[in-house]
């Protein structure tokens, strides 16, 4: 596939695709230029791990087969057991394929609303500060909007702000609403038990990441040993799982984006609560995506 047909196909993808206001690959394509660095620099082929995962479950399910036999599970069983399993190997990818067309649309609406915001005359991204149903009428209250869209913007710094410390909680119950703004508390062990979402093991330095960035070239030297941390995983971020050695994430299950394009990748995964204020950039940690194990093992290059 040439760069460009990638992009046609593929360039409504983002970080944070659900993200209206984030760019999409196609606005920016140096992006693909720093992903297939990454790619390169990494050594992996993921075409061709993906031909081997494939051989390896083939295998797996033969010696599943003929171990239900030894125990003497019966042979109708059997069969509705590989039938269920065929089932869930064709329809469980559409849930990722079904996101990939929904978000082509996303891009389409997201082209009306930058056309929108230019002939509006405002600065770059202010039309994403309007509700939805204040869109329809911007054009006949654009001096009554926009004092509210400078307002919403200063909202917004705040908001990051308090996020870029933890001081919000990812979940606020209404027994529980002093947690808003306390500073969050940090583990004093360097071993955390999270739940496995994808098998393996992995040794690297985190990589904290935001969810509403854009593309990046890891910093680290090691690029093919990064642990990426984040607070979820979105479908854009499945070509830098392709370049990394493991996830872990604050929100999910086995079913989720993540923990499904993390299998795909062949690297291991574990959510777990808190992540990214338990972990700092530029710890050396190992990740267990069997057991759900964590654990620090260098914190002294961690950023502050």
């Not at 797996?60 to 399993?85: E, M, N, S, Y």
């Not at 600065?123 to 329809?136: H, K, N, Q, S, T």
């Not at 071993?191 to 890891?218: K, T």
Request: with cysteine.
């Amino acid at each position: 596939m040439t760069r460009d047909s990638f992009l046609q196909k593929y360039g409504h993808g983002a970080v944070n695709e659900l993200e209206i206001s984030l760019a999409r690959l196609d606005e920016d394509s140096s992006t693909i230029d720093r992903l297939l660095r990454e790619l390169a620099a990494s050594g992996r082929r993921p075409a061709a791990e993906f031909r081997e995962q494939q051989r390896n479950r083939r295998a797996i399910q033969r010696t599943l087969r003929l171990q239900l036999a030894d125990k003497g599970v019966p042979v109708g069983d059997i069969r509705a057991f590989f039938a269920d399993l065929r089932l869930a190997q064709i329809f469980l990818p559409l849930r990722e394929t079904i996101k990939h067309y929904y978000t082509g649309e996303y891009r389409v609406l997201r082209t009306i609303l930058l056309e929108i915001n230019r002939r509006l005359g405002w600065m770059d991204g202010d039309v994403f500060y309007l509700r939805p149903e204040e869109i329809a009428d911007c054009f006949r209250s654009r001096e009554t909007l926009a004092p509210l869209v400078s307002s919403r913007r200063r909202e917004r710094k705040i908001a990051a702000l308090l996020a870029a410390q933890r001081r919000v909680p990812a979940v606020i119950f209404a027994d529980d609403a002093h947690r808003i703004g306390a500073r969050p508390t940090e583990t004093a062990s360097g071993h955390m038990i999270g739940i496995p979402v994808s098998p393996g093991s992995a040794v690297g330095r985190v990589r904290l990441l935001d969810e509403d960035a854009a593309y990046s070239s890891p910093d680290h030297e090691a690029r093919g040993e990064l642990i990426i941390v984040a607070r979820s995983a979105n479908l854009g971020l499945a070509p830098l799982l392709r370049v990394t050695a493991g996830l872990v994430v604050e929100v999910g299950g086995v079913l989720a984006h993540a923990a499904c394009q993390a299998r795909e990748s062949g690297i291991p995964a574990v959510v777990l609560a808190g992540a990214t204020t338990l972990l700092r950039d530029g710890m050396t940690v190992s990740v267990n995506g069997d057991t759900g194990q964590i654990v620090i093992l260098d914190a002294r290059d961690a950023a502050p």
